[in-house]
């Protein structure tokens, strides 16, 4: 199983055109369990965002036949070690270790029909206790569609995969005693404590 990370999402973000960073299931948090800071010095900042399965073998998808390779959609938190990954930047260094450490990417246990996230109202909100961002999937640069169809351009897309596209950031970091929630609509898809 892989976990293809789309970077370059949100529209903020610099460049025309997606950038994949492929995640090993090692990182997988599942089932609302707490996350662990792994180094108190470090900070790591949090990204929510839409998460989607494959359930079809692809490569080569063209963007308006990929809809039919997932039919289900949720939500992903994703805990980066972001002064590693300055430090690696800076070195010139993979940064990897930063990203995609031992259970560093929380995904919800819960999906959604892809179909109710089709309307433009559509929004997915990122809660950290008592503060939250939300973003309507409009918004983003570049559609799941157009993530999936980019992907499988390099990767032979299987059953079981999973394709997150991050949109929302707590750029200031967690603590320890957070709660973190990623929300579908106001419907609750996944809750993360910090520890």
Same mark, same amino acid.
């Given at each position: ?85 300055? @430090? =690696? %930047? ?6 990897? *270790? !930063? +990203?995609?450490? #031992? ?52 990767? @032979? =897309? %299987? ?6 596209? *991050? !949109? +929302?950031?707590? #750029? ?24």
């Amino acid at each position: 199983m892989k976990i293809i990370v789309v970077e370059n999402s949100p529209a903020s973000s610099p460049g025309e055109m997606p950038s994949l960073v492929v995640y090993p299931d090692s990182c997988l948090l599942r089932n609302n369990d707490p996350f662990f800071i792994p180094d108190l010095q470090r900070k790591v900042v949090a990204r929510a965002g839409l998460l989607v399965k494959i359930d079809k073998i692809g490569k080569h998808i063209a963007p308006e036949f990929a809809s039919r390779y997932y039919s289900q959609a949720g939500m992903a938190i994703d805990f980066v070690q972001y002064d590693f990954e300055q @430090t =690696l %930047k800076a070195m010139g260094y993979n940064t990897g *270790p !930063a +990203l995609y450490f #031992d259970r560093s990417f929380a995904v919800s246990n819960d999906f959604i029909d892809k179909d109710r996230i089709d309307s433009p109202h559509f929004t997915f909100t990122f809660k950290v206790n008592n503060a939250e961002i939300s973003m309507r999937l409009s918004s983003l640069k570049f559609s799941i569609e157009k993530a999936l169809s980019f992907a499988s351009d390099f990767f @032979t =897309l %299987k059953i079981g995969d999973l394709l997150f596209v *991050p !949109a +929302l950031s707590l #750029d200031k970091g967690v603590t320890q005693g957070d709660v973190i929630d990623g929300v579908i609509n106001e419907n609750l898809l996944i809750r993360c404590q910090v520890k």
